[in-house]
């Protein structure tokens, strides 16, 4: 696919309206397959929690009773032991099950991604599971980490003001504003990361995962309001078809005609199944469409440790404020680069 510089509200919508078309029964096909196969992991995983959880409770239950009534032998030690450490490792596949959906919810993004660079490539849950194949978890699990670390520490302070100010409304509104103008900021920022890294992969070797958020900064320099903007215009309809769906719902409860209430319920879940394409397009499009704009080895300036300072025979220099700037200047859109380059005319006869 041909990127351009400069991306329009018209031709993002365009150009994502004829992609899902050409590939939508593919990719609807490959993500309602996920989100089943998902749904079901969890649900188990949770069930098996439960009963954990519901078998320690008994035990503990019961252990009280004994103590107050004197009763002996009724619960041991090692049965409540024992219920604990299946609980425990209950929690611990929910978590890990949870981790390794994020993993592959990124490995569509690549598939997508590869399908919008490659018309001819067909979405496919082999071509996703190949994508999660390949992918370095322990780097994309340090990429997640990373991600929910600096948004967390950039909200802590009005998080905590939030708590001090807890007895004043009106300052608790506004505390709680601002963290969610932070996060918003953040994630805008942040955004390109997965992206950016992929683009880099090989040089990640033993290098920290928060450069490609560092890069993804500098890309998104320029695009943040046009990213969010582009992004409510591709929600958009899905929100007016679950409100749309949703007061059918509503109708069948308030009036107790269950017809209407199961119709907007299945409704709902069709109409957000039928949509998850163009969601999961959005993301590598927008990448896509504007990565001309920006030089990628650019945003990975000075971020990239050498092998000397990895293995510690290279000194340390630190950069200063001002060559920090400079990097930054350097990483600028492309049309602003055009703006001030004089124009070419045509040779007089």
């Not at 709902?268 to 990565?291: D, H, Q, W």
Request: charged share 20%; net charge positive; aromatic share 14%.
């Amino acid at each position: 696919m041909e990127a351009s510089s400069k991306v329009t509200t018209k031709s993002f919508v365009s150009k994502l309206r004829d992609i899902v078309k050409a590939k939508y029964k593919e990719s609807v096909i490959s993500l309602v397959s996920f989100i089943v196969i998902a749904i079901a992991v969890i649900a188990i995983v949770a069930f098996a929690g439960y009963e954990a959880f519901a078998y320690v409770t008994q035990k503990l239950v019961m252990l009280m009773y004994t103590v107050m009534y004197g009763m002996t032998g009724a619960v041991s030690a090692s049965s409540i032991a024992i219920g604990v450490v299946i609980f425990l490792a209950a929690l611990a596949l929910f978590v890990a099950a949870i981790v390794f959906i994020q993993f592959f919810a990124v490995a569509i993004q690549y598939e997508f991604q590869d399908t919008i660079q490659n018309d001819s490539k067909t979405i496919s849950l082999k071509g996703i599971w190949a994508q999660f194949r390949i992918m370095n978890k322990n780097q994309m699990w340090r990429l997640f980490l990373y991600s929910s670390l600096f948004i967390e520490l950039w909200t802590l302070p009005t998080n905590i003001l939030e708590l001090v100010f807890s007895s004043n409304t009106i300052l608790a509104i506004i505390f709680r504003l601002l963290t969610a103008v932070i996060t918003i900021w953040k994630t805008l920022e942040y955004a390109q990361g997965i992206f950016l890294y992929r683009e880099q992969r090989p040089k990640f070797l033993g290098q920290s995962m928060r450069h490609a958020f560092t890069a993804s900064r500098r890309f998104m320099s320029h695009k943040k309001w046009q990213y969010l903007w582009l992004m409510i215009v591709t929600v958009v309809p899905l929100i007016v078809g679950q409100i749309i769906f949703g007061l059918i719902t509503f109708y069948g409860e308030y009036t107790a005609t269950y017809f209407f209430l199961y119709l907007g319920i299945i409704l709902m879940v069709v109409y957000g199944c039928a949509y998850l394409p163009v969601l999961y397009f959005s993301k590598p499009l927008y990448f896509e469409l504007t990565r001309s704009s920006v030089s990628i080895d650019e945003t990975f300036e000075d971020t990239f440790k050498s092998v000397g300072r990895l293995t510690g025979t290279e000194p340390y220099e630190k950069k200063s404020k001002k060559a920090k700037k400079e990097v930054q200047a350097k990483i600028e859109p492309n049309d602003a680069k055009k703006k001030a380059a004089p124009k070419d005319t045509k040779n007089d006869k």
